[in-house]
T-cell receptor
Framework: EPEVTQTPSHQVTQMGQEVILRCVPI?????FYWYRQILGQKVEFLVSFYNNEISEKSEIFDDQFSVERPDGSNFTLKIRSTKLEDSAMYFC??????????????FGPGTRLTVL | GENVEQHPSTLSVQEGDSAVIKCTYSDSASNYFPWYKQELGKRPQLIIDIRSNVGEKKDQRIAVTLNKTAKHFSLHITETQPEDSAVYFC?????????FGKGTKLSVIP
């Protein structure tokens, strides 16, 4: 069964550095998402992406964050200047259908980002 | 925006007993309600979902009920087993994003 994949599994960085988290969504999916989960807390929505543009973003997704689909398979999340509070597990998810909302999102295994 | 409340935050049951987790949502436009199971350090895995045109759905030992009028939905696990121990998240969606509850840590005691 196809799965969402993410790399790296763990990223350690210094405060102020840029990081890029990578995701390969399921190949025939059309919607792509980034979520984050601070240790011990709930999963929080960051951004959704469809047809090569952002469709929704949360308050967390400020100017330090950006997303890109540089080719036909990868979907990336960039954090320009990391802060200590960016330390979290970042999950990529993808969904197939174009109808609003009512379809399953499949999650990747996550990238644990540690900002020192 | 959508707000999802989930209770209880922790739940301990004896193996073989039933477990019930409840969620409420605020946005009447939400029409999709998935439940995810997350084991420690792993990705959230979808275990069951329900759409707003259905009141109940069952898959073996797992069932979900939805009351649109009251804006609440519940997860029922029967005949619990130790491998059911995990954190369970409910979520609601009316547009692109999922809004998650805070999670319930379920412990099944052998």
């Amino acid at each position: 069964e196809p799965e969402v994949t993410q790399t790296p599994s763990h990223q350690v960085t210094q405060m102020g550095q840029e990081v890029i988290l990578r995701c390969v969504p399921i190949s025939n999916h059309l919607y792509f998402y980034w979520y984050r989960q601070i240790l011990g807390q709930k999963v929080e929505f960051l951004v959704s992406f469809y047809n090569n543009e952002i469709s929704e973003k949360s308050e967390i997704f400020d100017d330090q964050f950006s997303v890109e689909r540089p080719d036909g398979s990868n979907f990336t999340l960039k954090i320009r200047s990391t802060k200590l509070e960016d330390s979290a597990m970042y999950f990529c998810a993808s969904r197939y259908r174009t109808s609003s909302g009512a379809d399953t999102q499949y999650f990747g295994p996550g990238t644990r980002l540690t900002v020192l | 925006g959508e707000n999802v409340e989930q209770h209880p935050s922790t739940l301990s049951v004896q193996e073989g007993d039933s477990a019930v987790i409840k969620c409420t949502y605020s946005d009447s436009a939400s029409n999709y309600f998935p439940w995810y199971k997350q084991e420690l350090g792993k990705r959230p895995q979808l275990i069951i979902d329900i759409r707003s045109n259905v009141g109940e759905k069952k898959d073996q030992r797992i069932a979900v009920t939805l009351n649109k009028t009251a804006k609440h939905f519940s997860l029922h696990i029967t005949e619990t087993q130790p491998e059911d121990s995990a954190v369970y998240f409910c979520a609601a969606s009316g547009s692109y994003q999922l809004t998650f509850g805070k999670g319930t840590k379920l412990s099944v005691i052998p």
